[in-house]
């Protein structure tokens, strides 16, 4: 019982993990993303439904193992999308980014219901077929590995003080011939494309269905994860498998009868909000972090 609790939290904390890798890149280069509920919405609709498309509209024939892989590039496609727009409006626009993240979530919602209604004609919730679904722990291992590179990117090569630069004091990284809008939008693209791919994972191969609320609340779970993680990979592991395993303690709960399921579904929520308030204010953000870039 103790062996599957554990696995299943792993599985649990993926997308968290994912979401809160893609959100560190972009926060260390000063753009912040709160969209990524919104984005990680859009990209477990968008693999499930362009892959459907593609082999029963439009007669795509691929082996069947290639069709998940094939739904999560589209995802992180879309997700890359999301990203440049965002990305553009928060540097070169020097717009809200805040309300630019709040646009994107508000539009997912829509999007999203609006999608699996016009396009499968069911109400709110889809399963994934078989040949649609890919194997949670190969993203697990995958999620695990990119969390080490992108630690090792950030802090031990030219590339990761580059992009800390211009989220600490991005004057000084101009002068030294930073072009650091530019920096700042290839972050919220990378960004914005592992949040769509862990959005991929919930409908592909940890939940296996689409539904309008597929997220329920993980990206708002990454942001508080980036923060407790001090916006550094290898602690954001840590984070994502806490609120994992009150996740899948979650379920457990409700297997043994202890309470309803309404009930213990507020565990890891309550739990990754304790643990946020108590070091919230340890915490350390880029100096420069949400503030545009405007040259002298």
């Not at 029963?56 to 892989?69: E, F, M, Q, S, T």
């Not at 990305?87 to 709040?102: H, K, N, R």
């Not at 539904?211 to 990454?222: D, L, P, V």
Request: with cysteine.
């Amino acid at each position: 019982m103790i062996d599957l609790l554990l696995t299943q939290a792993l599985l649990a904390a993926v997308p968290i993990l994912l979401a809160s890798i893609g959100e560190i890149l972009s926060e260390r280069s000063g753009v912040v993303n709160i969209g990524l509920e919104g984005i990680m919405l859009l990209g477990a609709l968008s693999g499930p439904l362009f892959v459907d498309y593609l082999r029963y509209r439009a007669g795509l024939y691929l082996p069947d193992p290639a069709w998940p892989v094939v739904a999560i590039v589209i995802s992180a496609v879309v997700g890359m999308l999301i990203g440049l727009i965002h990305g553009y409006i928060s540097t070169y626009l020097a717009g809200d980014q805040i309300i630019s993240g709040v646009a994107i979530n508000l539009f997912a919602a829509g999007a999203v219901a609006y999608g699996i209604q016009a396009y499968w004609g069911v109400a709110g919730y889809k399963q994934v077929p078989d040949w649609a679904k890919a194997d949670p722990l190969v993203l697990a291992a995958f999620a695990i590995i990119l969390a080490v590179v992108a630690w090792y990117m950030l802090f031990k090569t030219r590339l990761g003080i580059v992009l800390r630069a211009c989220g600490e004091d991005p004057e000084s990284a101009y002068n030294m011939g930073i072009d650091v809008n530019k920096v700042r939008l290839t972050a919220s693209v990378a960004g914005s494309a592992l949040a769509a791919i862990a959005g991929a994972y919930l409908s592909t191969a940890y939940l296996s269905v689409v539904t309008k609320e597929i997220s329920a609340g993980r990206g708002f779970i990454a942001l508080a994860n980036v923060v407790f993680a001090n916006w550094n990979p290898l602690l954001a592991i840590a984070g994502a498998y806490i609120f994992g395993f009150f996740d899948a303690l979650s379920y457990w709960l409700q297997t043994t009868g202890i309470a309803r399921y309404e009930v213990t579904r507020m565990i890891p929520y309550i739990a990754t909000l304790l643990i946020v308030a108590g070091v919230i204010g340890r915490a350390k953000p880029p100096r420069a972090l949400g503030k545009p870039f405007r040259r002298e």
